[in-house]
């Protein structure tokens, strides 16, 4: 829960306020983090950031990627909403993008919050929103001056991708929203003119993954063969080569002299290498070795280079790289170094278009890495999935597979990678400015690792076969290399090594190759008795003077890496004869009626010369995927009135196999008759539908649920909104009316990463509300659905927050009277040190054991009032084991987002029991985690990127605050500076900079908040010194840093008496809260807000408890404390709180 100030007002959100049923929300797949994905910089500690989406509306995401509020851009308020969580991202799409997205004509990357935040999209760190838009038609020009006007700057003309790219200021998003779009009846479209629509997304290169071996540093060149072609009197002299990434050193003794042209994409004023990856990727294909001796020669010495620096030290983005493309295909480029991407997507990105549109226009060759993000299948990374480029996994020195190397099937089911090449342990040039990469023992040189290693030996091998063949397109060159390698030891996928280990050495002596570089026979569809046998042509060329007898035959591996059935794949003839200077055809043929295992089968035809004396043989890849059991499912909406329906928004999940099908307003996946027919596996499946009276009116919504659809055949499912019921709910206080609320169901999957939540949001219109379950209730341990919100009469009535809760089945309707027995009694007192404050109390619930659920609920508000409140009730809801965050939103006149307060973690509440708890009062100070707890809030470090999120305005009883505050973060190791922000460290999220290295640093933390709105606590500084080796341990490891509580007891304006003693217990968090791990507290005191401080003893009791014993002066005035400690491992932190509290008489 927060405030935020936006376009000169401000508004309160928890996740319903403004998503209700003017504003509703639904929710897809949540999963729970892996291990591997809980290791990731980006969960590391960190606090809410908002993303401006590209219709202007706002949204709050918290660490977890959790949707914690939205500010409707201008004239929006009531367009609904729908929130997915789909592995570790979140989508938020407004209702009049669902059909744009649903029909491809918007890149759903415009709506993935949690990437933005992690790609530096959010609004603490751009003003602006970069697009790409593409256009058609002769209503282009319009559509641009539309665009213009709307305040949308144009940045780069990019006709690969028939378009432009340009960035819209976030205030005016709407605007640029409404110039892209216009309305169609009840739903909208794309302007005349404009084609697509996509996020001009953030591109890096990949992390350097490290070896566990040391193998022979001189491999690469020597494992592919290139000494063979140097020897034949081929090194790539003359071919343009171009390498777009992050620059060069072009001053190293390997590199000098190499570069004919160069150009900076990034904004960095030059392409100066200051990472090192550019460097190291050049120098693997056009290195002379002049360095070592020739000892780390490229493969391709002969090969003259253009650099595009497509990378600044943050990264990129696909609009530079386009444009380095261009620029690229301009020049002449004969082959394109591309070591970078992200895990692909379903359909084609701009940078796809890119690669084919020019592939096929300029005729290069772009030589893509397959990523690393191996080892699980469907991990390809894109632009790597382009159709046109030749796509490259990695192996070791043994020729084995890369653990890190990613793996196909694309998104789109196609075959990939095409190709393998040496990518561990990989020496090269070190860039005298380059950061990356491990000393390999020689100066001037590097050691990396990565599928970005083994990329740049297979376009050294094209440059070899370029100049040996000048005539040659890319694709041929492309055919030649992939026909001419060697198996991969130890995989017989080619889905996983694509044709096979690159061989420069065959390739040169290549006279037979096939056109076709590789076979797709596309899905089958189960059953597989009527299949029908498939045949593709392969078509074999002879450039040489003689005739070639070629040996054909094909080998195959099913899903379970077992041979594929006898008879499966055939080819023929099996002896094929090839005529000098000719063509001669083979048919391959795939029979899907064969064998029993159904999956993706992939496999090698393969041509060998029938007489050794000439030594041709052919490698060419192939697949098909045999349709594993699966079934129609026909979808049929309707809605109140009795006439098919468009929902406006349907969700159907897998639960066993973790697909996912999405609808939207009238997109065309929803025909007019409301029928829909999807293909999908045997199994067990969620339903989430919710529809409207219209598809231009949100004011009436109908939710339906099928919790326990099993599809084990044809069948049809009615989602009739006619079933839903009304929901009558009342609290103890009859007269209490909802205030806020949700309901909140969810699913259980096969694996945590299958599990899914959804969530409608409530205003109170129970009469517009409908529920109802569809089809079969899931066994209970595997379906929940919860009903609950803040109850409440008046603004100074109690607060009732009550749940209900059932398992295994959804709601049809409700008509619940909750009486007071089992509730908890919670009294909340709610400080003020401002003048003319009020406040919101709030209050979300956890529910063990569904953390996909919990993590939807946010916050749902109670009424505002003034404060100081001594006695704010809550009344709260206590089966199934609910926790509950209580929290408060504090504003005044002058500040709408004065403070923000919420508990460190939920409570459990027992029924019958009353509780005591407060709010907003001194003394305000930092809050960290315990002893030994990695999390939120906390600083934490994997490897050399790290985070820190330490309130400094946290209130006595340790209260997390994110109010609003002017700040200074600072962070430096000796003379090495590595952060210096005048920003909240908690929305700056993951930092790089950490030194690769056992390193001492200090870390200074300011917040102010103006004297005009507190009394008290206007000021936090906090400096730590700390040691840590980021090179050393695996995972996310946190930071050492303590923190110093003091916790008076004060009134609720944060006073104590005058002239009167007063103890202070003291607190202890962080590793210093630990037995024994504190070396020295002092603790000073001043009486004259800072000016002068005097020391004061640290007292303990028998059991260790640490307090302050403090006579205040007879006047009123306020008390100073500043503390500093140092632990048993020499890290310190000094703790300044000016004005912590006030005397009065």
Not at 114 to 122: H, L, Q
Not at 515 to 536: C, K, M, N, V, Y
Request: net charge neutral.
């Amino acid at each position: 829960m927060y405030r935020l100030r936006k376009r000169g007002r401000s508004l309160t959100y928890g996740t319903a306020a403004l998503l209700a049923v003017a504003g509703l929300t639904a929710t897809a797949p949540v999963t729970l983090a892996t291990p591997a994905a809980a290791a990731s910089p980006s969960h590391l500690a960190g606090a809410t950031a908002h993303v401006t989406l590209i219709t202007g509306d706002t949204v709050g995401v918290d660490p977890s990627g959790r949707v914690v509020g939205v500010d409707p851009g201008e004239g929006r308020a009531r367009i609904p909403l729908s929130v997915q969580r789909l592995g570790s991202h979140t989508y938020v799409v407004p209702a009049d993008a669902a059909a744009l997205l649903g029909s491809g004509r918007l890149d759903r990357r415009l709506f993935d919050v949690t990437r933005m935040v992690a790609d530096g999209y959010d609004d603490a760190h751009r003003t602006t929103l970069p697009l790409i838009v593409s256009y058609k038609g002769s209503a282009t020009g319009g559509a641009k001056r539309a665009l213009r006007a709307a305040d949308a700057e144009v940045e780069r003309q990019l006709p690969a991708v028939r378009g432009e790219s340009v960035t819209a200021d976030k205030p005016h998003a709407t605007e640029v929203w409404e110039a892209l779009t216009r309305p169609v009846g009840d739903s909208v479209t794309t302007e005349a003119g404009i084609d697509r629509v996509w996020l001009d997304a953030a591109v890096k290169a990949p992390p350097q993954r490290y070896a566990d071996v040391d193998p022979d540093p001189t491999q690469g060149t020597a494992q592919i063969h290139a000494p063979a072609a140097w020897r034949a009197g081929y090194d790539g002299t003359g071919v343009k080569v171009a390498v777009l990434d992050s620059g060069i050193d072009a001053t190293h003794p390997d590199l000098r002299g190499a570069v004919v042209a160069s150009k900076d994409f990034s904004g960095s004023g030059g392409v100066d290498d200051q990472m090192g990856h550019g460097t190291h990727v050049a120098s693997t294909i056009a290195g002379t070795g002049a360095a070592s001796n020739g000892r780390y020669k490229g493969v391709a010495p002969g090969a003259r280079l253009l650099v595009g620096r497509v990378f600044g030290n943050s990264g990129g983005q696909e609009s530079w790289l386009i444009g380095a493309m261009q620029w690229a295909a301009g020049q002449g480029a004969k082959v394109v170094n591309m070591s970078l991407g992200a895990v692909d997507a379903e359909g084609t990105d701009p940078l796809e278009q890119a690669v084919n549109d020019l592939s096929a226009s300029s005729g290069a060759l772009f030589v893509i890495a397959a990523g690393n993000d191996g080892p699980d299948a469907g991990t390809l990374n894109s632009p790597g999935a382009a159709a046109a480029a030749l796509t490259v996994a990695a192996v070791d020195g043994t020729d084995r597979l890369a653990d890190f190397s990613s793996r196909g099937p694309t998104a789109d089911g196609e075959l990939k990678p095409d190709i393998a090449a040496p990518g561990v342990d990989i020496i090269a040039a070190k860039a005298v400015h380059g950061t990356e990469g491990e000393p390999a023992g020689t100066a001037g040189y590097v050691r990396m690792s990565g599928t970005s290693m083994a990329t740049p030996h297979v376009v050294g091998a094209a440059a070899v076969l370029a100049q040996e063949h000048p005539d040659w397109s890319g694709q041929r060159i492309k055919a030649v290399l992939m026909g001419s390698t060697v198996p991969v030891v130890g995989t017989s996928s080619t889905f996983e090594q694509g044709a096979g280990r690159v061989d420069v050495a065959r390739a040169i002596g290549q006279s037979v190759f096939t056109d076709e570089p590789s076979l797709s026979f596309g899905l089958q569809a189960w059953p597989h008795t009527d299949d029908r046998s498939i045949a593709r042509t392969l078509t074999y060329r002879n450039t040489g003077d003689k005739a070639v007898t070629l040996d054909l035959s094909a080998s195959a591996t099913g899903p379970d890496g077992k041979a594929a059935a006898h008879g499966m794949f055939t080819v023929s003839p099996a002896r094929l004869t090839v005529p000098a200077g000719g063509t001669a055809e083979a048919t391959v043929t795939a029979d899907t009626r064969v064998g029993t295992v159904d999956g993706a089968f992939s496999g090698i035809v393969a041509a060998t010369a029938a007489t050794a004396a000439t030594g041709e043989s052919v490698r060419t890849a192939f697949a098909v995927v045999r349709e594993v059991e699966s079934y129609d499912l026909k979808l049929e909406f309707t809605g109140r009135d009795g006439k098919p329906a468009a929902p406006l928004f349907a969700y159907v999940v897998g639960l066993d196999n973790g697909r996912q099908w999405t609808f939207g307003i009238r997109g065309s996946d929803v025909p007019d008759d409301g029928k829909v027919t999807i293909r999908v596996p045997r199994g067990r499946y969620l339903v989430d539908a919710k529809l409207t009276r219209s598809t231009d009116s949100f004011e009436e919504v109908t939710q339906l649920v099928a919790p326990g659809l099993v599809v084990d055949r044809n069948m049809t499912l009615p989602l009739d909104a006619r079933t839903g019921k009304a929901i009558s709910v009342t609290a103890p206080d009859a007269q209490a009316r909802l205030e806020e609320g949700r309901i909140v169901f969810g699913a259980r999957g096969a694996k945590p990463a299958f599990d899914y939540a959804g969530t409608l949001g409530l205003n109170g219109a129970y009469g517009r509300v409908y529920l109802a379950q569809v089809g079969p209730s899931a066994p209970a341990k595997d379906f929940i659905a919860q009903l609950g919100g803040v109850w409440q009469r008046g603004s100074t009535g109690p607060l009732y927050d009550l749940v209900e809760t059932r398992t295994g089945s959804f709601f049809t309707g409700l008509n619940r009277a909750f009486s007071s027995r089992g509730l908890a009694k919670v009294v909340t007192g709610i400080g003020s040190n401002a003048k003319d404050s009020q406040a919101a109390p709030s209050a979300g619930w956890t529910t063990p054991g569904w953390p996909a659920v919990s993590s939807l609920v946010g916050s749902n508000f109670g009424n505002w009032r003034p404060v100081p409140a001594a006695s704010v009730v809550h009344y709260a809801s206590t089966d199934h084991g609910l926790r509950w965050n209580l929290g408060v939103n504090v504003i005044n006149n002058l500040n709408p987002g004065l403070a923000v307060l919420s508990p460190l973690e939920p409570r459990r509440f027992e029924p019958g029991r009353t509780y005591q708890e407060t709010f907003n009062t001194g003394v305000f100070a930092p809050v960290t985690t315990g002893a030994t707890a990695v999390g939120v809030p906390g600083a934490s470090h994997s490897g050399t990127a790290f985070a820190v999120c330490v309130p400094l305005l946290s209130d006595g009883a340790g209260h997390m605050n994110s109010g609003n505050a002017d700040w200074r973060f600072r962070l430096a190791s000796g003379s090495t500076t590595i952060a210096d922000k005048r920003m909240d460290p908690c929305v700056l999220g993951p930092m790089g900079g950490l030194l690769p290295h056992r390193a001492t640093y200090r870390l200074s933390l300011d917040a102010a908040r103006p004297a005009r709105d507190v009394t008290v606590g206007h000021q936090v500084s906090a400096v730590w010194t700390f040691a840590v080796d980021a090179a050393s341990g695996t995972g996310i490891q946190r930071l050492p840093l303590s923190v110093v509580r003091f916790t008076p007891k004060l009134s609720l304006t944060s006073t104590a008496k005058a002239g009167a003693g007063l103890t202070v217990p003291i607190g202890i968090q962080g590793p210093a809260a630990a037995k024994g791990a504190v070396k020295s507290l002092a603790v000073q005191v001043s009486y004259d807000a800072g000016r002068t401080w005097r020391n004061t003893v640290v007292h303990a009791d028998r059991t260790g408890k640490r307090f302050l014993t403090l006579a205040h002066p007879a006047g009123p005035g306020t008390v100073s404390l500043k503390a500093t400690l140092v632990d048993t491992k020499g890290n310190t932190v000094t703790e300044t709180l000016p004005n912590a509290y006030r005397t009065v008489r």
